[in-house]
């Protein structure tokens, strides 16, 4: 007999239990995930189906209500849920129409997935169209909520036949980062935490891209690396940080989720060092995977994004495209408002203000 329902925070250590210990287990699936999003708005639900009184799958809604005069609505999101058995029809079957009578609660207009699961697994896929799911086309590059496409690194083998792996540029930029003295140490405290930012405006200042406020990363400080799921790296020369990473592990997984370089000594390559000490990391930690997180679909070299693929790609990981986005919709009326109207309206007001659209993020 299979139940469905959203658990307070009395569950949350049984909670976080499942999640960590699932195979399909995702660090943006965790209580401290959803914490870090209810900060940005969003009202974390977290939905747990059971059998007998214990877990067999879970899903972390994130819910935002949506500015439609009159209506008391609102989407539903889960970043990279479910965690469930993705070979199970049932479990999945019985999981969804847990989170469908939830979307009835709430009067949610659909519900958003984007699962960890690579596009060659078609029967995941079809398991997805008999729960009435429809996918979304989010092109090549970083249309998406999460990033359709990756790299991944196989971290079973030893050090020595890691590095022997890797691009022979890519390890020589670590020796050279080595030879010229740059170290690689973890932020101390949430004191660092302002170098850290610093660094990241400049980078994004550079590359033209946003970023969140300071806020959402004394957040993620609080309820990630303060529960240890995650850590700041920093990378040192000549008595300053030059380069910083936030990376995040859960089960046998790692993931690099933000980076961040100086305008200065760049030459000094302290981005692969970096990414080397990080992949060292999650070994030590019993790390099997280690994700470099997004790069772009389109693979052609004058495309604006083909340095960060060519960046990754050096450290000889696999590159993956997932299953993609993914939507369960409850209302097609105002799913077609969401999808359609409100986009345009957007649009067209950024247009009259001269406002260009801004990327999405995590």
Known sequence: MFTTRIIDCKEK????????SHPKGHFSQTWEWGAVKQGMGWEPLPLILEEDGQIRASLLILKRRIPLPGLKTCIFYSPRGPVVDIANPELCRELFRGAERA???????????????????????????KCRFRRNDTGLDFEGVQPAF?????????????????????????????????????????????????????????????????????????????????????????GKIISGTLALKLGDKAWYLYGASSNEYRNVMPNYLIQWEMIRWARAHGCKIYDFRGVSGDLDESNPLYGLYRFKKGFNGDFIEFVGDWD???????????????????????????????????
Not at 13 to 20: A, E, K, L, N
Not at 110 to 126: E, Q, R
């Open 13 to 20: 250590d049984r909670y976080d239990q499942f999640v960590h």
């Open 150 to 238: 990756v790299f991944r690194l196989d971290l079973t083998s030893d050090e020595e036949q890691l590095l022997a792996n890797m691009h022979s540029k890519t390890r020589y930029n670590i020796r050279l980062a080595i030879k010229k003295g740059v170290t690689i140490r973890k932020a101390s405290g949430k004191e660092e935490l302002p170098a850290f930012y610093s660094i990241l405006q400049e980078t994004a200042k550079r590359d033209r891209f946003l970023i969140r406020g300071y806020e959402y990363f004394e957040m993620m400080w609080d309820q990630l690396v303060e529960t240890g799921l995650a850590e700041i790296f920093l990378a040192m020369y000549q």
């Open 103 to 129: 979307a009835r609660d709430h009067r949610a207009i659909f519900l958003k997935i984007d699962p960890d699961v690579p596009v060659t697994n078609s029967d995941f896929m079809g398991i997805l169209e």
């Open 328 to 362: 369960r919709v409850y209302s097609l009326g105002l799913y077609w408002v969401w999808t359609k109207l409100l986009p345009f309206y957007r649009k067209m007001a950024r247009r009259r203000a001269g406002i260009e659209a801004s990327p999405r993020e995590d």
